[in-house]
């Protein structure tokens, strides 16, 4: 089967940095990808990793350890518009590019 | 290209009653997915195809759900003797098959939000 799971919520001010971790339990893992999902909204692709590191898009970055089953989203800069739920997905092996989202992680950005 | 289209965005139904909805994908994605979201949920995995080929569909998509791509190009998700248990929002995705990571997001659509009554 497949779980991940990632904190419920999490709170930071305006300009800070807030880390949201990713943890995953699957029988065939490919990568793993973070979406942001602003109220209302449909889900933004924001990063994906396939190999152990850091990958940097501006000021958002995602981190992987395939050994430790674990990655995790760093947000810089933190502003307002950050406010929104972001998820953490499995990529599977088998092809096909499915899915697996984690329940997700309410970000609130305050003043 | 003005990304993923669905239609209808919000379609009330009473129990019993069968609803169809439309995805229009990017036009260059080969691949085009549904998944169903409930409050406080991530987006489930329902099915995908490449092309006009349905080549998976999940355990939840029960036999009253059934999903077509003819031609490749937009799909419809119809659910017959709709349930309680179906209220939620169904979205669209698409994708492209390539190399390179960016190739592996997903592009959503807006959603389309059943209530069924």
């Known amino acids: 089967g497949q779980s991940l799971e990632q904190p419920s919520e999490v709170t930071a001010v305006e300009g800070a940095i807030v880390q949201i971790n990713c943890t995953y339990q699957?029988?065939?893992?490919?990568?793993l990808s973070w979406y942001q999902q602003h109220d209302g909204g449909a889900p933004t692709f924001l990063s994906y990793?396939?190999?152990?590191g850091l990958e940097e898009t501006g000021r958002f970055s995602s981190f992987l350890s395939r050994s430790d089953s674990y990655g995790y989203l760093l947000l810089q800069e933190l502003q307002m518009k950050d406010s929104a739920s972001y998820f953490c997905?499995?990529?599977?092996?088998?092809?096909?590019?499915?899915?697996?989202f984690g329940t997700g992680t309410q970000l609130k950005v305050e003043l | 290209d003005t990304g993923v289209s669905q239609n209808p965005r919000h379609k009330i139904t009473k129990r019993g009653q069968n609803v169809t909805f439309r995805c229009d994908p990017i036009?260059?994605?080969?691949?085009l997915y549904w998944y169903r979201q409930t409050l406080g949920q991530g987006p489930e995995f329902l099915t995908y195809?490449?092309?006009?080929?349905?080549?998976?569909k999940s355990r939840l998509l029960s036999d009253r759900f059934s999903a077509e791509r003819p031609k490749g190009s937009f799909s419809t998700l119809e659910i017959q003797r709709t349930e309680q248990g179906d209220s939620a929002m169904y979205l669209c995705?698409?994708?492209?098959?390539?190399?390179?990571?960016?190739?592996?997001?997903?592009?959503f659509g807006s959603g389309t939000r059943l209530t069924v009554v």
């Open positions: 995705a698409s994708s492209l098959v390539g190399q390179g990571a960016l190739s592996y997001g997903y592009t």
């Open positions: 699957t029988s065939g893992f490919y990568g």
């Open positions: 990793n396939a190999l152990d």
């Open positions: 997905a499995v990529r599977h092996t088998g092809g096909g590019n499915k899915l697996t």
């Open positions: 036009s260059e994605h080969n691949r």
């Open positions: 195809f490449q092309n006009e080929a349905q080549l998976e």
